[in-house]
């Protein structure tokens, strides 16, 4: 390979909360009382980042224009605009983006916010598939709106469906005007078919729901499998969703900040940008603005297939080990992400423990994982893959002898 996705980084001590906070014992819910063993380094399998080394051309980028010693007020490129109606056009078959559609988000769930403040009053229900991204819940609490769950089911090959039937009665009844909709879906991993897109915007526009479409994942989809723009599969999908993107998944920017939304409607353009602009604060980082410049452009795309088939290895590589070695344990590869969500229900139920004792028996391994719970999942873990292939081997070696072991 060109790139480099078999280094091992030390990302102690370099701002990671990756792997700070587990080194630290502090953080949220089980990292406060789990503590790693003695004699176990970290392999971070938790936070949705990447412990790959970014494409060279950003921190080249990055490091030309900081070593300019002026850094004031700017403007947007033409290149940004540019460089975002370029990839999208090349990766999602996306037609008629213009650059008054693009506007900057500080960060996607600000821009859930900032549209779903135009779409709902304090005390409005949300509708979301489930399980459902932690931050989703978050920003519909924090801002006092309640989440109607509208739960996947899972056809007999496994595959995550979404209930139109159940979708339809709840919208129907529930006097529901918004919903928020995640594709590819973390934590599922589904890549949606246009055909499934086509039937959920269909029941949103009989029912007069707008759509707050959050599609981070685009890029990161597996062989056989490409990302279908919500707001592409109908005139009408168009005129009733915000989408929300980000360079950020792909290539390994989370703390740089710097997300986007694409607004074909101008009724509901001005509207977001307005509720944006009113915090003071949803303005532009110039570094990141460079970023992305640099991530959307031809070695990007190189440096992204590489990155796609070091990760379905490693996908592969889990999948096979959890059916062969962890009897009980049900996953499905996903078609988009690089996250494993992983149901441990029958494997508790056999080895008469709770998700609780198992998901501290990996952390004290240095496996650190996430809870499934707060993603809606009764007794599952959400798992990350993105990272060098020989850290998968040895965390899987490590829970078949440590965390998965017949009690």
Request: hydrophobic share 35%.
């Amino acid at each position: 390979m060109k790139y480099d996705f078999t280094t091992i980084m030390d990302r102690r001590g370099k701002d990671a909360i990756a792997v700070d906070i587990p080194c630290s014992g502090g953080g949220e819910g089980f990292f406060a009382d789990a503590q790693i063993k003695e004699g176990f380094s970290v392999i971070p399998m938790w936070v949705a980042d990447m412990n790959f080394p970014t494409v060279p051309t950003i921190p080249q980028v990055i490091a030309q224009r900081a070593a300019h010693p002026a850094y004031g007020y700017f403007q947007p490129r033409k290149a940004y605009y540019d460089a975002v109606i370029h990839w999208h056009e090349q990766s999602y078959g996306t037609t008629g983006l213009t650059p008054e559609c693009i506007g900057y988000e500080n960060g996607v769930l600000g821009g859930v916010v900032s549209a779903l403040k135009i779409f709902c009053q304090p005390g409005d229900s949300i509708i979301i598939q489930s399980p459902t991204y932690i931050g989703f819940t978050h920003c519909a609490e924090d801002n006092g709106w309640k989440l109607v769950l509208n739960p996947l089911i899972q056809d007999e090959t496994g595959i995550w469906r979404i209930d139109y039937k159940d979708l339809e009665e709840k919208v129907s009844s529930g006097k529901i005007h918004a919903a928020i909709f995640c594709s590819p879906h973390n934590p599922a991993g589904r890549v949606w078919e246009p055909w499934e897109i086509e039937k959920l915007m269909d029941i949103y526009r009989k029912y007069d729901v707008y759509v707050v479409s959050d599609e981070i994942w685009a890029d990161l989809t597996m062989p056989g499998f490409r990302h279908t723009p919500t707001q592409m599969v109908s005139e009408d999908a168009r005129m009733r969703t915000v989408a929300l993107y980000a360079p950020s998944k792909t290539f390994n920017l989370a703390g740089l900040v710097g997300s986007y939304h694409v607004i074909y409607n101008p009724y509901l353009r001005e509207r977001v940008t307005k509720a944006g602009d009113s915090t003071h604060y949803n303005s532009m980082n110039m570094l990141s603005m460079h970023a992305l410049i640099a991530a959307y452009s031809q070695e990007g795309r190189e440096w992204l297939e590489e990155l796609r088939q070091v990760l379905n290895k490693n996908l592969d590589y889990a999948v096979s080990f959890i059916h062969t070695h962890f009897h009980g344990v049900k996953t499905r590869k996903p078609e988009g992400t690089y996250m494993l969500f992983l149901d441990c229900t029958q494997w508790c139920r056999e080895n008469h423990t709770d998700i609780e004792t198992l998901q501290r028996s990996g952390i004290e391994a240095g496996v650190i994982w996430q809870d499934g719970r707060p993603f809606h999942g009764n007794c599952h873990i959400r798992l990350n893959l993105a990272l060098p292939h020989s850290l998968v081997k040895e965390a899987f070696q490590r829970m078949e002898k440590y965390v998965f072991v017949s009690r």
